[in-house]
């Protein structure tokens, strides 16, 4: 009977190992709290809510169910010892009710044995020793055949993990109600039907006796009928299936090793406690005082667990609850992070941490929150009455006004080379450049600013001119560019600051300088040259 209880198992587990490998795995880890399909439908208006912000907590996902096979052992502990081993097996079906807790309904089917190695004389007329006609000693013995049926609730003790996103090895405490069923009997009589009472006595079974040769010699003498039913209380408990039923109460506690995504083994111990004295055939106690002790039986075993359900995750106490925050804080995702807001005491636009002046409202400031001094003469704009003022005009007043030299040749000889006529070089004094970002002909507000100064001292000096001068003329493009970049500043002053196109000498692709620079320079006396020059390759001309 025991090898074909066997068998049956055997072939059970290799169906679900079967099965389960066939089965699309998924990863292992945590799992993405946008995914929908997981989330059953009863509780999508929370995992909108949450998607669109209007929520903080993440729906609970669809989780697989457990379920597993358990083989091991069961002994009982009454007033017979109990021997080893005693075969046990049982199934579980297990569901997450959260992350922590867990509800599992467990059946359990077993076979309890024991020996007592010290002689008795007592047991009552309700005994089966008795009444097969036992006057001398005997040696308690028992096989008492259990089922029982629980619902426990589950507890996870290391799931919830803040230095790992996850682990393999689950460990968990239990405890549930339920009923159980038992038989006990006894091993009165031999193959034959009669007692073992003359067999008994010759057994040296007293406390100087060794118990290893005692029992030895009671298990040469005992076979393995265990034909008489025990003592039992009969119609007074109810029954099930001819068998004494007693509701039961179990805990105990296991640890679960993670294979992958879909199996686990685990080992446990239960204890379960029956409000009964009766599970080993022996009531009172081995001297024969009334004292009543209830039995009890625990059942150590070995699972094989498999999970199953589609559009699932993992059973979640698999998972850490923290992997969704701890992962959102380090990656944001869902998070709404609010804008930051930087000082800015004075309201330039350059923040506090970068500001090295606190410069009063509408104030023109450069980058570093500076007040601006265009024409460089030490009266910051917002205070410069002569916004532009040439360099040979300065140094200027407190109101940023200088004051220029007289521009002839017999009031200002220095002025002048050779006395012959008006050195504009000189007198336009050193003339800022214009630097465009590289490959571009876009002119920037500060180049902007430096053309106006320009202007400004052309229109002190209307008798001069200015040279504009582009360089690099290695291939196509830098002819090219470097024709845009002159024909940029002379149209912007030209058109922007209303200068007339005579007064400029137009020069490109001249060697010895930067590509992405233009120079300005006064016309030295007598120097002539065209204002207007065609494209080079005007199908390379740059807006």
Same mark, same amino acid.
């Given at each position: ?232 209380? =009969? %119609?007074?408990?109810?029954?099930? *299936? &001819?068998?004494?039923?007693? #509701? $039961? /109460? +179990? ?95 004075? =309201? %330039?636009?350059?923040?506090?941490? *970068? &500001?090295?002046?606190?410069? #009063? $409202? /509408? +104030? ?180």
């Amino acid at each position: 009977m025991v090898s074909k209880k066997y068998t049956l198992l055997a072939v059970f587990l290799c169906l679900m190992a079967s099965y389960g490998f066939a089965q699309q795995v998924k990863s292992t880890g945590g799992y993405d709290v946008s995914d929908s399909s997981v989330i059953p439908s009863k509780r999508m208006p929370q995992h909108t809510e949450f998607l669109n912000g209007t929520s903080n907590f993440p729906a609970k996902p669809r989780n697989q169910w457990e379920i597993g096979l358990r083989i091991g052992a069961v002994t009982i502990s009454g007033d017979i010892p109990a021997t080893f081993p005693t075969p046990g097996f049982g199934l579980t079906v297990r569901k997450a009710l959260g992350y922590v807790f867990s509800l599992r309904l467990e059946y359990m089917n077993g076979t309890a044995k024991g020996l007592q190695w010290k002689q008795s004389s007592f047991y009552s007329t309700a005994t089966p020793w008795f009444k097969e006609g036992y006057t001398g000693v005997i040696y308690n013995n028992y096989k008492t055949k259990m089922q029982d049926l629980t619902i426990q609730g589950v507890f996870n003790l290391n799931n919830i993990r803040f230095y790992k996103s996850k682990s393999s090895v689950n460990f968990y405490v239990f405890g549930g109600l339920g009923g159980m069923t038992y038989e006990a009997k006894n091993n009165v009589l031999d193959d034959a039907g009669n007692t073992y009472q003359a067999d008994f006595a010759s057994i040296p079974g007293n406390v100087y006796a060794d118990r290893k040769d005692t029992k030895d010699a009671v298990k040469d003498v005992l076979d393995d009928s265990y034909e008489s039913v025990a003592e039992e209380q =009969g %119609d007074a408990r109810p029954k099930l *299936f &001819d068998d004494t039923f007693k #509701p $039961a /109460g +179990v805990f105990g506690g296991g640890v679960a090793f993670k294979i992958n995504s879909r199996w686990n083994i685990s080992l446990e111990d239960r204890v379960t406690f029956v409000k009964d004295d009766l599970l080993d055939g022996q009531q009172w106690s081995e001297q024969g005082t009334l004292t009543r002790d209830y039995d009890s039986y625990n059942y150590l075993s070995l699972g094989v667990n498999f999970n199953l359900g589609k559009n699932s995750v993992e059973p979640l106490w698999w998972l850490n609850p923290l992997d969704y925050a701890y992962s959102e804080i380090r990656n944001p995702r869902l998070m709404r992070l609010p804008k930051p807001v930087l000082p800015d005491a004075d =309201g %330039d636009g350059v923040t506090d941490q *970068f &500001d090295q002046e606190q410069t #009063p $409202a /509408g +104030v023109p400031v450069d980058s570093k929150g500076v007040s601006r001094d265009t024409d460089g003469d030490g009266v910051p704009d917002s205070k410069d009455k002569e916004l532009i003022t040439p360099t040979h005009c300065q140094p200027v007043d407190a109101d940023g006004v200088g004051k220029c030299p007289c521009p002839t040749c017999e009031n200002c000889p220095d002025l002048c080379k050779g006395g012959g006529g008006i050195d504009c070089s000189t007198k336009l004094g050193a003339m800022p450049s214009v630097s465009f970002k590289k490959g571009s002909n876009s002119l920037s507000k500060d180049n902007e600013a430096v053309l106006a100064n320009v202007a400004s001292r052309l229109r002190n000096n209307p008798e001069c001119k200015v040279v504009v001068v582009g360089y690099c003329a290695s291939n196509k493009k830098e002819q090219q560019l470097s024709w845009d970049h002159v024909n940029k500043v002379i149209t912007y002053l030209i058109e922007k600051e209303g200068i007339s196109a005579d007064r400029f000498i137009f020069k490109y692709g001249e060697e010895g300088g930067d590509c992405d620079t233009v120079d300005l320079r006064g016309a030295a006396e007598g120097e002539e040259g065209p204002n207007t020059v065609a494209p080079p390759h005007p199908n390379l001309r740059k807006n």
